[in-house]
């Protein structure tokens, strides 16, 4: 069960070890601090935060994209109204 950080903490020959569970994170047999996990924790916010960033860009840019594309049509269709 992973705690707040995101990493579970693997008991071995009485050795507790951490494991981060979004990228395995230090790999087997390493301890790690609760400073250090908090670290690691930050950067895989840090990543999350842009990807969202990101896809919430390219959605907007979409949504822009089609209100334009709508636009010119229903100025196609309804040009000779106006007139």
Known sequence: MPDTTGFTHEPHWGNIYHRC????FPGWGVFLTEKERQ???RT???ERA???ERK?????RLAQQAQ??????NEIAYA???R
């Open 68 to 73: 334009r594309q709508q636009e010119r049509e």
């Open 80 to 82: 000779s109204e106006g």
């Open 21 to 24: 569970i979004h990228c395995d």
């Open 39 to 41: 670290h690691h924790a």
């Open 50 to 52: 842009k990807e969202i």
């Open 56 to 60: 919430r860009r390219e959605n907007l």
């Open 44 to 46: 895989h916010a840090v």
